[in-house]
């Protein structure tokens, strides 16, 4: 059986309606930048998947502006979209948009980040952060021997995926009194802030020897970081998604979809966690690009 996952832990969820060719229509791809690879590979597969059943993919960026958001579910609604999926810009500052479309009859499926309400999208299928950080956080404190200085480069914090990670890596971290957070700052899930940010951890703590990052995208800005202060010495981990996880769940979950828009039937359950696998160089064999098959 194959899992994805990324360098550290396995995320992204990609939702496409499937409807049958005689009732194709335009369909909305919502996602935060596309430049981020996260993000751009939500679009990318989830127009690739609609186009290929028939429909008209609309793939727009609302760069986690909850205005824009709702402008952009404004006009899926004015273009008649049958159905919306969307990488919100805000546990909260969302909920608004999506009951704008529900109200309009448009069915919302929220993926990557769920929303601080229920009963209003047909779907919201996210990673297990909660597992997923405190099980590459087992690992990272047996990295850094239950002792250390360490910094914490957080995601966008408006996102609640920002939370669930960071709190879950502390609960396990926090365990250990020996481990000491000296620095946490928002990097906004950009690889580019997260070099910018560890320079500076760097520069203000030089006796840091750990890094835990909301993200891989975050960590590997980190880790070019620390690799050119010559610091190869600091322990650093993440958690993300992949193309190749992208494409597995956009296949894998259209059935869902398919069924309600048939018939009428929801999932079983509205919120869909998909658990995480921790990457270390125990098994780092069996991951290639991306795709980890169980040996």
């Not at 205005?67 to 008649?80: K, P, R, T, V």
Request: charge should be negative; charged fraction near 20%.
């Amino acid at each position: 059986m194959k899992r994805f996952l990324t360098v550290s832990i396995a995320l992204l969820m990609v939702m496409c309606l499937a409807l049958s060719a005689s009732a194709a229509g335009i369909i909305y791809i919502i996602t935060p930048s596309a430049s981020n690879p996260f993000f751009g590979t939500e679009q990318r597969v989830g127009a690739a998947k609609a186009t290929a059943l028939g429909y008209t993919p609309k793939c727009f960026s609302h760069d986690d502006d909850a205005a824009a958001q709702l402008q952009l579910f404004e006009a899926a609604i004015s273009d008649g979209a049958v159905a919306i999926i969307c990488d919100n810009a805000g546990a909260d500052a969302s909920i608004e948009a999506v009951r704008k479309a529900v109200e309009a009859k448009i069915p919302v499926f929220l993926i990557d980040r769920e929303i601080n309400a229920s009963g209003l999208a047909i779907a919201q299928i996210v990673a297990d952060n909660a597992q997923g950080a405190a099980a590459i956080a087992e690992k990272w404190v047996e990295a850094m021997d239950y002792k250390g200085k360490y910094a914490e480069l957080l995601g966008l914090e408006s996102d609640t995926n920002c939370w669930v990670r960071s709190q879950n890596y502390h609960s396990v971290i926090d365990e250990y009194p020996d481990l000491k957070m000296v620095a946490q700052q928002s990097a906004n899930w950009s690889q580019t802030e997260g070099y910018s940010k560890t320079e500076a951890i760097l520069q203000a703590n030089p006796d840091i020897t750990g890094i835990i990052c909301g993200n891989d995208t975050m960590a590997c800005g980190a880790a070019q970081a620390c690799i050119d202060a010559g610091r190869t010495d600091i322990k650093i981990i993440g958690l993300d998604g992949s193309d190749d996880a992208a494409a597995y769940i956009a296949k894998g979950q259209i059935e869902q979809a398919d069924t309600y828009i048939k018939n009428g039937t929801k999932p079983a359950s509205e919120k869909q966690l998909v658990p995480c696998i921790a990457i270390t160089k125990d098994n780092v064999a069996n991951l290639s690009q991306f795709v980890y098959t169980e040996k």
